[in-house]
């Protein structure tokens, strides 16, 4: 097992285009999270999925951010009409019902909106 | 959001010396973690604490998960120049979403 993956590692984009965000969680890690990094801070969470299911949403998903787990495997995190302060480091995580639901995090998604 | 009080801030220390963090919260977790984060990368776990007043240690390091939950410390004996990065705790409640500090950066001079 390789861990969690997170793709791409670098993205920049002009303010006010689409961009989505995939991440690859642990094998038969049922539960899945995308947290937000700015610099100098910690990890904010965004929102949670158990299987297939998106459990939790934080206030700071707005409605341009929209998270998928069409199959309960990997997912994906869309940002819609980017403004430059989405630019942040994207986080993914992933734990499993039996080992404590300690969270494992992928090496992340820098997004860089100009 | 909600934020765990971290500290220090940072730190610069001279290889070979012991280094303490720690955290405290007004909430109560069930779960601390601690993390640290070289950048341009996600955050690594380095110990995980599931009982008030549990001790554990993995290599030189040492953590503890306070006995009003509310609080944890991570100790770091004989530093060496790969420690150099940002120390992140943070605390869960049940099997949901982390709540972290704001980080500990530490620098070691050789």
């Known amino acids: 097992d390789t861990g969690v993956s997170q793709n791409p590692r670098h993205k920049i984009t002009k303010r006010g285009q689409n961009v989505t965000f995939r991440c690859d969680p642990i094998?038969?890690?049922?539960?899945l999270y995308w947290y937000r990094q700015t610099l100098g801070q910690g990890p904010e969470f965004l929102t949670y999925f158990q299987n297939e299911a998106q459990l939790e949403k934080s206030r700071l998903l707005s409605d341009r951010f929209s998270a998928e787990r069409p199959k309960g495997s990997f997912s994906t995190l869309e940002i819609q009409r980017t403004e430059q302060g989405d630019s942040a480091m994207y986080l993914c995580?992933?734990?499993?019902?039996?080992?404590?639901?300690?969270?494992?995090f992928g090496p992340g998604t820098r997004l860089l909106v100009l | 959001g909600q934020q765990l009080n971290q500290s220090p801030q940072s730190m610069f220390i001279q290889e070979g010396e012991d280094v303490s963090m720690n955290c405290t919260s007004s909430?109560?977790?069930?779960?601390w973690l601690w993390y640290k984060q070289d950048p341009g990368e996600g955050p690594v776990l380095l110990i995980a604490l599931y009982k008030a007043g549990e001790l554990t240690s993995n290599g030189r390091l040492t953590a503890q998960f306070g006995i009003t939950r509310k609080d944890s410390f991570l100790n770091i004996s004989a530093s060496i120049p790969s420690d150099v990065g940002i120390y992140f705790c943070?605390?869960?409640?049940?099997?949901?979403?982390?709540?972290f500090g704001e980080g500990t950066q530490l620098t070691v001079n050789p």
């Open positions: 995580a992933s734990s499993h019902p039996g080992a404590q639901e300690t969270q494992y």
């Open positions: 943070a605390g869960q409640t049940s099997g949901s979403r982390l709540t």
């Open positions: 909430s109560i977790f069930n779960t």
């Open positions: 094998s038969e890690h049922n539960r």
